[in-house]
């Protein structure tokens, strides 16, 4: 797409002077309607309930003015338009620690989205894993705040470099799939304040513009009307001056929310519209709300229209273009995890005549969920396909669960196996009711003459299906001592325990996007190391997460979940938060820590002892005095990923705001005095790391 011509380097008065005029000539029911989405479900059934077919309106937009409207799409994974380019899910990427790659990725998304008529991107999801059960736990990061801060504010700024604004989602304590539209989630101010919101200040301290509101209630209101979390939180603490917008359909309820601080109700004005501005006639609702509204939708979209874009013009062209293929690859090899390795990879090229390929999963496209998130890329690598490529057909030999005793033959007659198993959209994403036809299998809408199956949602199991199970061990006994890998697409933890000891090596790979299967060619030959960390914690129990319950209609978080919780608990996780193994050997020294006004200053030295070149992520840890109030065991306070040749040192740095190391207390931030410990760890449970005392 070619943008229209548009003023060029508007000052923040003109453009204030401009939002002035425009919110004086418009009249009670023009202001209202640029307060919600337009057209959202006309659209979806003229495209046969095929989800992100066409970009959606999603406020703004006041003709008679010349007010331009915010163009929607969705995408964590990609944007989610026409056939754009497919990086590995939000998960996988968040295991490379890769805050530049990620930056990058968010660049692409920029210029895919601008080249595809939308200026308004969905793609910043970072609610925290609480549980691995959750089933859009692929479209988040991870189960840390830190982590979730910094791969968020590359993505945000990335996307943002092109003109296109960037909304954090979804605002907040979304976490369970099933019941979403109406869990209520009881927190203290603790929990909410250091565990589940600081990630979100901190993408909106670096400037990401817009903020979608969750379904879920918070102690017994719903997020997107809820005036503390909207207005004394959002815009009163943290100075937030961007818009907010409901997510879509089910997200507003009552007219009441533009009050508490919702600036948009998408996708059509249900709860609003007529009823928001009869309210205002009745004197319900004040006038200034409504303006207030407008000024911050109409500041922050005329700011980025007046702002020059980096490229001259944005053809579709530019979508999936092969910079943007290249880079999905780099993603999918830097984001796989190597949980376990008794030295079968990386498997010999010379010597490995015949490879067995078995698993359903090995030959389906399988990028995450069907749902909003969904990416239609030109093309899909599978890893059946992937291995073909870098083998030959001819070296391959295949089988999957539906037969057992094809497989086991295959592995027999094979110098190694490889098994891909984990999971799909029927088993977790999004949740989609049967009746619902987001294209979610290529099923033309005249087909849905019944309900179809319902699909994703939250999971029912951390392990592995049954049939799978199966698999790996008749490929085990039948391989007979060689080299069996097994290879995890999933979105998050996958119980290993009834099945590892019976494999050499384990990969989890994740949902890889578009060129998975030739990442995973690479990196079980050996071409590149594996150098992705979990970022997540996988137990050896489902007992050691804390509750869930995908029905419930009323649930507490607290301060505990993944590898703080563990830690506390004193039980040693199968894989803690940050582990990844690699091909190459790695050394760290010489830790320091000092204080530096309101920021810590860290470094470690880090050394490959290896023969090959990799990458390495550094964890930089803190342990409080916690004498005060009761605090995580370690908390996570940076991260740095390096790039290293065999023999080659680096010194590795991290600036580290004072404020990750405070805890909540009435409405306040303190730090406790006293000795923090500072951990160069290799993950959270790590019984040996680096320390280095910094007293504060």
């Given at each position: ?54 970009p959606y309106r999603a406020g703004g937009g006041l003709d008679r003015l010349g007010v331009p409207a915010l163009w929607f799409t969705d995408g964590p994974r990609g944007v989610a338009r026409g056939q754009s380019t497919c990086f590995p899910c939000t998960m996988a990427r968040g295991a ?55 791969m968020g504010i590359a993505l945000g700024t990335g996307i943002q470099a092109h003109n296109v604004i960037a909304t954090v989602k979804h605002l907040a304590l979304n976490s369970i799939e099933n019941s979403r539209f109406r869990v209520d989630v009881q927190i203290d101010e603790r929990a ?45 603490e943290w100075g937030f001056a961007g818009f907010v917008h409901s997510d879509w359909v089910m997200g507003v309820y009552q007219p009441y929310g533009a009050a508490a601080g919702l600036d948009i109700e998408n996708p059509e004005p249900r709860a609003w519209g007529d009823k928001l501005r ?419």
């Amino acid at each position: 797409m070619t943008d229209p011509a548009r003023p060029s380097g508007d000052s923040p008065d003109s453009i204030a002077r401009e939002v002035d005029r425009i919110l004086a000539e418009a009249t009670l029911a023009e202001k209202v309607a640029m307060m919600s989405g337009k057209g959202f479900f006309k659209a979806f059934a003229a495209d046969g309930r095929i989800w992100a077919a066409r970009p959606y309106r999603a406020g703004g937009g006041l003709d008679r003015l010349g007010v331009p409207a915010l163009w929607f799409t969705d995408g964590p994974r990609g944007v989610a338009r026409g056939q754009s380019t497919c990086f590995p899910c939000t998960m996988a990427r968040g295991a490379s620690f890769d805050v530049a790659l990620e930056r990058r990725i968010g660049e692409v998304m920029g210029i895919e989205t601008r080249a595809q008529g939308c200026n308004l991107s969905g793609a910043v999801c970072v609610n925290l894993l609480r549980h691995p059960a959750w089933g859009r736990a692929q479209e988040t990061y991870g189960e840390d705040p830190v982590h979730l801060a910094e791969m968020g504010i590359a993505l945000g700024t990335g996307i943002q470099a092109h003109n296109v604004i960037a909304t954090v989602k979804h605002l907040a304590l979304n976490s369970i799939e099933n019941s979403r539209f109406r869990v209520d989630v009881q927190i203290d101010e603790r929990a909410l304040h250091e565990v589940y919101l600081p990630h979100f200040r901190e993408i909106l301290g670096a400037g990401i513009k817009s903020v979608m509101s969750a379904y879920n209630k918070m102690n017994g209101e719903y997020c997107g009307q809820h005036r503390q979390l909207l207005t004394d939180i959002l815009r009163g603490e943290w100075g937030f001056a961007g818009f907010v917008h409901s997510d879509w359909v089910m997200g507003v309820y009552q007219p009441y929310g533009a009050a508490a601080g919702l600036d948009i109700e998408n996708p059509e004005p249900r709860a609003w519209g007529d009823k928001l501005r009869a309210a205002v006639e009745a004197g319900t609702i004040e006038p200034a709300v409504i303006d207030t509204a407008c000024r911050r939708i109409l500041t922050t979209l005329l700011r980025v229209e007046a702002a020059e874009a980096p490229l001259p013009d944005y053809p579709e062209s530019l979508v999936s273009a092969p910079a943007h293929v290249a880079l999905a690859l780099e993603a999918a090899e830097k984001s796989a995890v190597l949980l376990e390795n008794d030295g079968a990879l990386p498997l010999d090229r010379v010597a490995l005549r015949k490879l067995a390929v078995l698993g359903r999963l090995a030959v389906l496209e399988n990028t995450g969920d069907f749902g909003s998130s969904r990416v239609r890329a030109r093309q899909v690598i599978t890893p059946l396909a992937g291995l073909v490529e870098a083998l030959g057909a001819d070296a391959i030999l295949t089988g999957d669960e539906n037969d057992l005793a094809a497989a086991a033959t295959a592995a027999a007659a094979a110098d190694a196996v490889v098994i891909v198993v984990g999971t799909t959209a029927d088993e977790e994403g999004e949740y989609i009711p049967g009746d619902l036809n987001l294209g979610q299998g290529g099923e033309a809408p005249a087909q849905l003459t019944a309900k179809a199956r319902d699909r994703g949602g939250d999971r029912a199991d951390l392990r592995l299906p049954p049939p799978q199970v199966d698999l790996i061990k008749a490929a085990a006994r039948a391989a007979a001592g060689k080299p069996v890998i097994v290879v995890i697409v999933s979105g998050s933890a996958i119980m290993v325990e009834e099945w590892r000891s019976d494999v050499s090596a384990i990969l989890q790979s994740f949902y890889a996007g578009m060129a998975g299967g030739r990442a995973l060619a690479r990196l079980l030959l050996g071409d590149v190391s594996p150098s992705g960390r979990l970022p997540f914690s996988v137990a050896r129990d489902a007992s050691h997460y804390p509750h869930f319950d995908a029905v419930a209609d009323s649930i507490v978080y607290d301060l505990w979940h993944g590898y703080p919780k563990l830690l506390r608990d004193a039980v040693s996780p199968r894989y803690g938060f940050g582990h990844g193994l690699s091909y190459a050997r790695f050394d760290r020294r010489a830790l320091r820590a000092e204080r530096a006004g309101d920021t810590l200053r860290l470094s470690v030295a880090v050394r490959n002892d290896g023969t090959m070149a990799a990458g390495h992520v550094v964890l930089f840890f803190a342990e409080a005095p916690a004498r005060m109030v009761e605090r995580w065991p370690r908390k996570l306070i940076a991260f740095a990923r390096v790039d290293l040749q065999p023999d080659e040192t680096r010194i590795v740095t991290a600036q580290v705001p004072i404020s990750r190391l405070q805890y909540r207390d009435g409405g306040r931030w303190l730090l406790e005095p006293g000795d923090y410990h500072i951990l160069s760890a290799t993950d959270a449970a790590d019984p040996a790391p680096l320390i280095a005392t910094l007293r504060l």
